[in-house]
């Protein structure tokens, strides 16, 4: 959601870090034998492309993922996987934006991985360290692995940390759980499919019974457990993943702590991050606005007339299929996302706020990190409405009371744009952040991105210098190591206290249940860095009880 555009310098980083590769170590994963490559610059190993589910083609369009066939001889692990199609975002009624720049094929086939770990110059893993799986943003419709390297990471944690980056099905093609999304929903999708296919998975323990267990169906969850059963061959401990995401990948990782009401069988990560928590409306899988979807996919495929409709849906070409995902996408209210997850009764039993609020929760600790103004670029800054209008707008379910309410509760901050800019930016990102921390009480960070201007997706620059071809505007090494390890130790110790460089200038860091104490990373006039603790905003908190008391009519 963050990343839309990607440089030719972001391609080029991992290909100039893996052309001196001198040796090249084999795992052999059971089904497939990889050979990855070590780059002799900085002795981190990298696999790129490991297939941890089947293609997704035919019959399994719209499936939970499969495991992949056996392959034999030795697959070569040393390129970038091929991303899953794309598309953009809400833009109605303005032009939609163009499709980003790539040097990725985009295609139905992308169920990949990428792995890298801290090694000699013969490639040999290490042994038991905590592992990191980053879940990639892009509002459920775009992005990929390629954008973010993993030597970022192992890097900012003094080689102390395996790193695992996933790819999931995307926009309409993951219509079960594949990040959550609600990608396809319709009871159609319920009966013959499954529902938020992009998170779902099932566990590679059940493979010769693989249709028994309709708990564990989405590709995120799929390469979990691939995490669980095979990252110690890459040097990791299963029993020590953290989960990592940004905007809609942060919005998964909640996504994985609220599933099977926090009881996940086996316990597939002990901690979470999120940066940017994104949790837009997501309805019952039958509900009408799902509904809706579905059948504008059907119409713009022309299976409207077919007996099984899902069935014609996957004989579809693929290209006429991405075409109706780029239309429907670009169709929906400036700055939304129209497949986004949806509650299935299974995987995702119920609201994921009541979920948080009655503690069902995977995991044992948790870091969130918001940015200072998360709705602005979701907002047409164009268009002036008043707060209520936009209320009605994002959230079809709301009624003049509400939104009048809505209009109350923001009448006193700023213009109307400025408004809309905070009520966007608190209902769908901000506040689900909070209720997230309330989950895990005295086992919770938070901490405020402020670096001005402060707007979504600004951060990522501070933890993966070079995504996208870009380095982090305050280059000031002070911050980014404050920034960057406050994430990297929580991910070796569960707490951001724990330093494993006590030169870093964080001061200590309570919890948030004690005085709703939050970090806040800023920096003066004078580009000095601010890094030190404050205290939530009472106001703020007040306006998220107030989405709090609506979430059943926002549907989160």
Not at 57 to 85: H, I, K, S
Not at 220 to 237: C, E, M, P, T, Y
Not at 350 to 363: A, D, M, T
Not at 390 to 404: H, K, M, R, V
């Amino acid at each position: 959601m963050a990343l839309h555009l990607r440089t030719i310098a972001a391609t080029l980083l991992l290909a100039v870090s893996l052309a001196g590769a001198q040796t090249s170590p084999i795992v052999d994963l059971g089904y497939a034998q990889y050979q990855g490559a070590v780059n002799p610059a900085n002795n981190i190993t990298h696999f790129l492309g490991i297939r941890y589910a089947a293609a997704p083609l035919g019959d399994l369009r719209f499936r939970a993922p499969q495991p992949p066939v056996n392959m034999a001889g030795v697959q070569q692990a040393t390129a970038q996987p091929n991303e899953c199609f794309q598309a953009g975002y809400g833009v109605s009624p303005t032009n939609p934006l163009e499709k980003r720049a790539t040097q990725i094929i985009d295609t139905e086939d992308c169920l990949f991985l990428n792995v890298y770990y801290p090694s000699n110059a013969a490639g040999t893993p290490p042994s038991d360290l905590p592992t990191l799986v980053w879940i990639h943003g892009g509002g459920y419709v775009g992005a990929g692995a390629s954008i973010f390297n993993g030597e970022d990471i192992i890097n900012q944690s003094a080689r102390g940390v395996v790193v695992v980056i996933i790819q999931y099905r995307l926009g309409i093609f993951g219509q079960f759980i594949s990040s959550l999304n609600r990608f396809l929903p319709g009871t159609a999708v319920k009966e013959n499919g499954a529902l938020n296919a992009g998170l779902r998975a099932y566990t590679w323990r059940m493979w010769c019974n693989f249709e028994s267990d309709p708990r564990l169906k989405v590709d995120q969850d799929f390469a979990l457990r691939w995490v669980n059963q095979h990252i110690s061959k890459f040097g990791g401990n299963p029993a020590k993943v953290t989960i990592w995401g940004q905007s809609a990948g942060a919005g998964s990782v909640l996504q994985h702590v609220v599933a099977n009401g926090g009881r996940t069988e086996p316990q597939l990560f002990r901690s979470a991050i999120t940066s940017s928590t994104f949790l837009p409306s997501q309805y019952q899988f039958n509900d009408r606005i799902p509904e809706l979807l579905f059948s504008e996919v059907v119409a713009q495929t022309n299976c409207t007339s077919a007996t099984d409709a899902l069935t014609c849906l996957r004989a579809v070409d693929a290209t006429t299929l991405e075409t109706a995902n780029t239309n429907i996408v670009a169709a929906g209210f400036f700055g939304t996302f129209s497949t986004v997850p949806v509650v299935d009764g299974v995987f995702i039993t119920q609201r994921p706020i009541l979920s948080l609020l009655e503690g069902k929760v995977n995991g044992q600790a948790l870091l969130s990190m918001t940015n200072t103004f998360e709705g602005t670029l979701f907002v047409n800054q164009s268009v002036v409405v008043t707060a209520a209008q936009y209320a009605l707008d994002l959230f079809p379910d709301f009624g003049t009371a509400q939104a009048n309410a809505v209009g109350a509760l923001y009448a006193n901050d700023g213009d109307e744009l400025f408004q809309v800019d905070a009520l966007q930016g608190d209902s769908i990102f901000t506040c689900p952040t909070y209720y997230l921390l309330n989950a895990f009480p005295g086992r919770s960070f938070k901490g405020e991105f402020a670096i001005p201007p402060g707007l979504h997706g600004d951060d990522i620059l501070y933890y993966f210098p070079g995504a996208e071809g870009l380095f982090p505007p305050f280059n000031d090494t002070d911050f980014i190591n404050a920034f960057a390890q406050s994430f990297t130790s929580f991910i070796i110790n569960q707490d951001p206290n724990i330093k494993f460089d006590p030169s870093t200038i964080t001061p200590h860091w309570n919890t948030f249940d004690i005085l709703h104490t939050e970090m806040l990373f800023n920096k003066t006039a004078d580009n000095e860095p601010v890094v030190h603790a404050i205290t939530t905003s009472n106001a703020l908190l007040k306006r998220c009880a107030f989405w709090n008391s609506v979430a059943n009519l926002t549907s989160q």
